[in-house]
């Protein structure tokens, strides 16, 4: 396939770097607003050509992988589509799917087939520098197909992400998606963010830290251009989670204050129960 | 050293392997109510013999590790306490200090000197099965001196604990200790728990997450039997820490709700601030 990635930043570098270790026979060519970006990533082999304008390549392209922030998703849809080839298939990477899907499918000529996903990998650091295929190994993909998305155009796009190395690839509802999204992954950035700026910074913490702490905060390197949109686009699920969290929490500050040990044993069996489900493991593995 | 481990468990046994590992002077002997554990722990050669019973050992002993959980910290005690030898240096791993060393220091004779110490290092497993070497290599020790200690014993314990793998020992005071603690650990691990149990189990989860939910999830394989009496001893600064957070999340919420994305972005730079400042990161190194 010929294939145009659209925003050579982070993910659209880490694509670039996945295609070209795990395949040969594709084409890969990019788009990008940043000049030395593309120089940069002509020099390393990972793009035959970058260029600024979607004119010059798109009409090509047989895949768009649309890897930019949700805010400019919209714009650059809408400066590509004209060009787009009769039969292309379309993708994104964004991590809310509803307001993008109702957002972009209006756009969309007849003969393109945009299917929305989800790679379920990353890392907080912004940039083509900080790119890597490694992320993709092996990671969870969700796609989340409307009906205006071919049978056949889903599985191809799911051959060429299994290709590329990732494992699990789930076809769920754009809201079944937003909702479970809005759990595990949003509302973790919310906890971690509230948990470190808690910190009294009085206090020089990190001489005083085991793993713990450094595991709830890994996620605060946070890129403060992207997660506000995420969490405004997902308001409904996201403080209904928030609001289901603070339950919990308020459960087990009521057992402390009661001196309740009984009842805080119980939730932390239940805790423990879930992260021998969670991690598949036999609760007879470990007492 | 003649070095008696009064409690054969996970962090008694990573105490015998580390210093079976990094030290060749050492005697270790140990005492513990598990006949099995004990014999194990001969036939493996990580102690020398082990006791059902202080008197046949604890008369010998120049220092005492005592690595119980709290509840039974002070019957042991009192139940070595006749047979302690005169200038014998004991110490424990409780993850609360305040309270045990108000319980402990009036049974002690004149002649013992118990220097109080949190190892921040342990895995959530239970028992000698799993206990580990590897986690104390590099961790960080907390010691609580108290007036009662002699300079000399502070010396010769902080010694042979970098001995055995640490590598920052810090002397702080036992309040201090019990806030810090309370925020990095406890907090976590009612945040962790909280999280949890918060799932929708209907929603099969798992099939959805990416690392994000996994590492603040991590530290809920967590041990019932000893967390709600640490939550409970420190009540006071786990409390007010859980407040400090709660105000952030609301803040967070606050945000959300009312499509604050400027806020959001100030709490999220604030917070890859001090996720920098954690990890000794310059900003720059970023973006």
Redo the contacts between chains.
Sequence with gaps: MKIVIAGLGNIGGSFALAIKEKSTEHEVYAIDINRDSLKDAEKRGLIRKGYITPAEIIPEADLVIFSVYPMILKSLVEACSPYFKEGVLLTDVTGVKRNIINEIEPLLPEGADFIFGHP???RE???LAFSSSDVFQS??Y?LTPTERNKEDNIKKLSAFLKQIGFK?I?S?TPDFHD???G???Q???????????????N?N?????????????????????L???L??MN?DH??N??N??????D???D???D?N?ES??E??????R?????HNLDMSD??
Excluded at 206 to 213: F, H
Excluded at 244 to 249: H, I, M, Q, R, V
């Design positions: 379920m990998a990353g650091n912004r940039g990671a969870n969700l699990n789930s769920i909702e479970v999204i759990f595990t992954s509302l973790a950035h919310v906890i971690a963010v509230s948990l470190i700026n808690s910190d009294d910074t206090r913490t990190k001489s005083y830290t085991g793993d713990s702490y450094r595991d709830l905060t890994r996620i605060t390197n946070i890129n403060e251009k997660w506000p949109e969490f405004i308001k996201l403080i989670h928030i289901g969290f603070k339950k919990e929490l459960r087990m500050t057992a402390i204050e001196d040990a805080m044993q939730m932390m069996i239940e805790a423990r879930r992260y021998h489900e969670l470990w007492d």
